[in-house]
């Protein structure tokens, strides 16, 4: 065996263990408190404070799910129904419902309300070890005021705390704000990313870890 293969051989074992570790977590986020509190100020003065909590899909009740579905639904099916993937919201359903999601949610400390989520998995994507992000989803009112940026930046330190490699993520082409609002957190396309040639409505983006 060559020294190459050696190596390849070796981090691929690596992963494979820091991938179980990470999966084997009831509450990945634990032990990060800084995580697990935002505060915002509304336009009154007001401070509200939001609760952030990791929950595995068996833990997430049929009523948040059927929330995160429709917040999904009025953020980005105008995107879906303007390119080529088309807004299918059988497929969003059974995505958000899949046996290995995790979630983040933020909820309203004082109403109990949740407001935004993100759902993600620890997996192998094309050989490495990444925290993939399916969905960062806002309600509307809380948009822009820093919460999709720190519940990200929760998701880098989890992919950090378990030696993932890199967080990866999708966003259409079409959706201007969400290209953008990635780019200014440090993500650039993916190597993976589909080319020119294969006409994608998406683009992969990716950030490193290490």
């Known amino acids: 065996m060559s020294v190459t293969e050696t190596v390849s051989r070796n981090q691929a ?4 263990k820091h991938l179980q570790i990470a999966n084997q977590q009831t509450n990945p986020l634990a032990g990060f408190p800084e ?7 509304q336009s009154d003065g007001a401070e509200l404070k939001l609760k952030l909590q990791c929950k595995q899909k068996a833990d997430m009740d049929p009523k948040s ?3 995160a579905f429709k917040l999904a639904e009025r953020n980005v099916k105008p995107q879906y129904l303007a390119c080529s993937l088309g807004w299918q919201p059988k497929i969003k359903q059974v995505d958000l419902n899949k046996q ?3 979630y983040l949610v933020a909820t309203d400390a004082a109403s109990k309300k949740p407001v935004a989520y993100t759902m993600f998995r620890f997996d192998l994507d094309y050989g490495r070890s990444v925290l993939y992000c399916y969905e960062l989803q806002v309600e509307a009112e809380f948009q822009r005021k820093g919460l999709g940026a720190f519940m990200m ?4 330190q989890m992919a950090r705390h378990f030696s993932m490699e890199r967080v990866v993520l999708t966003v259409l ?4 704000d969400g290209m953008r609002f990635y780019r200014r957190l440090g993500y650039d396309i993916d190597e993976m990313s589909p ?5 994608a409505a998406y683009e992969i983006m990716s950030k490193g870890m290490f």
Do not use: P, Y
Request: hydrophobic letters at 35%; proline letters at 0%.
């Open 13 to 16: 074992t690596s992963q494979q």
């Open 35 to 41: 995580f697990t509190c935002f505060k915002l100020v």
């Open 65 to 67: 799910l059927k929330w």
């Open 100 to 102: 290995w999601a995790r």
């Open 153 to 156: 930046k929760a998701l880098e």
């Open 173 to 176: 082409k079409n959706n201007d």
């Open 195 to 199: 080319g020119k040639e294969e006409d």
